[in-house]
């Protein structure tokens, strides 16, 4: 059996959730999977159709944390059959007991904007003492890896391990169609999946949106997601006029989120630094690019390993409005997003969850 502990899971939206969604369903294959993490609505209807075991804690965010810690501790004791514990942040290592992670392998995986604390600090002494309980420390891109090294993090138990993917599935018609009422006969259909925050760099999308509408009228950008930054987004689309161009959708059948990327000509997510906030590596251009989408993604964090520039997509400096409205307008013009997105879909399949799962047990087996 495979345990795993996390914060993040389907049905939730965003990379993490993929992420880790994905490599339960890939180490089903091999053996039975138990996966505790929190409750998310919903999640019933997630739940009883998977074959995962999924235990969801629910109650107040405090105390679910010393509830989740309690019942995963008593199911290690209880269990000698598990291969592995791999846990989604180094918060979910830290409320594990030193018995409990000495029983098996025990995999910890890392995030840059998680990890991203002053040496010295109270938060950094907490995250070394944490990954420290780990046999291995699974960073999610390059750039991750060398910012761990630089917070402290023991790099000989670092190994990059980029986010892995389903292959992409054929999409019901009936999602199909419901993808054409929102984009309508639009050009550029854009597209952003991503949690609603500063980083993921929403509010300079909508200007760019701004910006595209002189060149292209009949430009149409659906965002999926959501988080703190919502209300205040979509005032910005208000402001701008843009609101008839603009799109949010939160909390819909995944399906149709595929049917929408599927139906986009961009993914766009032009990400930067906020204060400690970066992007580690970007799932969702990967997964933007296994439905034949390239993508533009920014210069700060991991992206680079997610897109090949000027071949699957462009990296250009998400701080920087003209950066990606120039961007922008390249990427669609002279047919270039129909060869983006046909290397995209080619480069994809190097992070099928296939592949990329045998990289994890390869390191429960040492």
């Not at 925050?197 to 149409?220: C, Q, S, V, Y």
């Not at 991991?302 to 922008?328: P, R």
Request: charged share 30%; aromatic share 10%; hydrophobic share 40%.
């Amino acid at each position: 059996m495979f345990l795993i502990v996390t914060r993040n899971f389907p049905p939730d939206v965003g990379g993490m959730q993929v992420l880790m969604g994905g490599l339960a369903e890939s180490l089903l294959v091999y053996d039975r999977v138990k996966v505790f993490t929190y409750d998310f609505p919903n999640s019933t209807l997630y739940d009883d159709k998977s074959e995962i075991n999924i235990e969801r804690i629910k109650g107040i965010k405090l105390f679910r944390k010393y509830r989740k810690a309690n019942l995963v501790n008593t199911f290690i004791s209880e269990n000698l059959n598990i291969k592995s514990i791999i846990t989604d942040h180094w918060k979910s290592l830290e409320i594990l007991s030193e018995k409990s992670v000495k029983k098996c392998k025990t995999i910890c995986l890392l995030h840059s904007k998680e990890i991203n604390h002053k040496i010295g600090t109270l938060l950094n002494k907490r995250l070394i003492k944490s990954t420290d309980k780990a046999n291995f420390i699974i960073a999610n891109s390059n750039f991750t890896k060398e910012l761990a090294i630089k917070v402290g993090i023991n790099a000989s138990k670092i190994r990059v391990i980029f986010p892995g993917i389903p292959k992409p599935k054929k999409v019901d018609e009936e999602f199909k169609m419901k993808a054409k009422t929102f984009f309508k006969d639009s050009f550029p259909k854009i597209i952003t999946v991503a949690r609603l925050e500063k980083r993921k760099g929403h509010d300079k999308i909508l200007m760019t949106i701004k910006n595209l509408k002189a060149k292209f009228p009949n430009i149409r950008y659906v965002s999926i997601g959501h988080g703190e930054e919502e209300a205040s987004l979509e005032k910005l689309s208000k402001e701008l006029f843009i609101e008839k161009e603009v799109i949010f959708l939160k909390n819909i059948d995944n399906n149709l989120k595929i049917a929408l990327i599927e139906t986009s000509d961009l993914f766009i997510m032009p990400s930067r630094i906020e204060k400690k906030s970066v992007e580690g590596f970007g799932i969702s251009y990967v997964e933007a690019a296994s439905y034949g989408v390239g993508s533009i993604g920014g210069k700060d964090g991991g992206a680079s390993d997610a897109i090949t520039h000027n071949k699957t997509g462009l990296i250009c400096n998400g701080n920087e409005l003209d950066a990606i409205y120039e961007s922008a307008v390249y990427f669609l013009s002279n047919n270039r997003f129909t060869k983006f997105g046909q290397a995209a879909k080619e480069f994809s399949e190097n992070f099928h969850w296939n592949k990329v799962v045998k990289k994890y047990l390869k390191l429960i087996n040492e």
